[in-house]
């Protein structure tokens, strides 16, 4: 991972920029005043509007910040604390569990190109896992990668999705693809299967994968953690909320390169299943 210094208004991000690595970290991005971390989440009132500027501005230099319909009302900038109803579910506002590895919304047609995440409050446990694909795949035998290649695979829907009752589904996925010479990765740690015996066996091997090339990153007051969804997954350790305001912040932002031309209505994209 490198620090790279921020980047000039109107240019996009390229992988000059960033070097190889699919997940960039800018340390202390962010230095202003952080309030005590709400307790519940409130879509009408930002607790720390001047991080969510900061963070609008970053995502939308390097491409389009988005909101999704389905997940924390549409929100183009997403606040991430624990939350005492979700401390064992497989969300970002999860505390006790570990985060499984995941492709940003790996169900959806339109997914981000960037997950970025903004540091308000860090907490020592929780770290930010990660893997590069380009690392994963060094460690997949020539028939499993072949397999992995096809779309003997289905997800399911992120439960962040289905917050409001909303009905599960199951969406064919190719895990790896290549395109214009690189890698790219479409995973889920928890909610993907093979629909074939050989795609299970494939799967099973890639989860072996991803874990040997896990690393991590626990994040800090102001850091800025740029991970690129088409080339790396994520996760997160598990950590103890208090739930007294001194709890660990990030303010999230997914970014799109370009917005769709259909499915989309001002930034928020829409979820057609
Ligand atoms: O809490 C983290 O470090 C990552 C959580 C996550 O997966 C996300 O916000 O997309
Ligand atoms: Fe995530």
Redesign the pocket.
């Known amino acids: 991972m490198t620090a790279i210094a921020p980047i000039n208004p109107n240019t996009n991000v390229r992988q000059d920029r960033t070097g190889d690595s699919p997940v960039t970290l800018i340390a202390r991005y962010f230095s202003g005043h952080v309030p005590a971390t709400p307790l519940a989440a409130n879509f009408e009132v930002d607790a720390c509007p001047g991080a969510s500027r900061a963070l609008l501005r970053f995502a939308d230099d390097i491409g389009r910040a988005v909101g999704y319909d389905r997940e924390q009302g549409g929100a183009l900038i997403q606040d991430?604390f624990p939350v005492r109803a979700s401390e064992h579910h497989q969300v970002?506002t999860s505390s006790k569990v570990t985060?499984g590895s995941?492709t940003?919304t790996a169900f959806h047609t339109h997914k981000p190109r960037y997950?970025v995440?903004m540091c308000l409050r860090g907490d020592p446990h929780?770290a930010?896992t990660y893997s590069d694909i380009n690392d994963i795949v060094m460690q997949l035998s020539d028939e499993s990668l072949t397999v992995l290649q096809s779309n003997e695979f289905v997800t399911t829907v992120d439960p962040s999705f289905m917050s409001n009752g909303e009905p599960d589904a199951t969406v064919t996925v190719t895990p790896i693809t290549k395109t214009s010479g690189r890698w790219r990765l479409v995973y889920d740690e928890l909610l993907m299967s093979g629909t074939t015996s050989r795609a299970s066996d494939a799967l099973a091997e890639l989860h072996r994968a991803v874990k040997a090339c896990t690393q991590q990153v626990v994040?800090q007051h102001g850091d800025l953690l740029v991970i690129d969804n088409d080339r790396a997954i994520?996760?997160?350790t598990p950590f103890t909320p208090r739930y007294d305001g001194t709890d660990r912040w990030?303010k999230?932002s997914l970014v799109v390169r370009e917005l769709p031309a259909t499915e989309v209505v001002g930034r928020v994209i829409q979820t057609r299943l």
Do not use: D, F, K, N
């Open positions: 991430i970002s985060l995941h940003e997950v995440l929780a930010t994040l994520h996760g997160r990030l999230r």
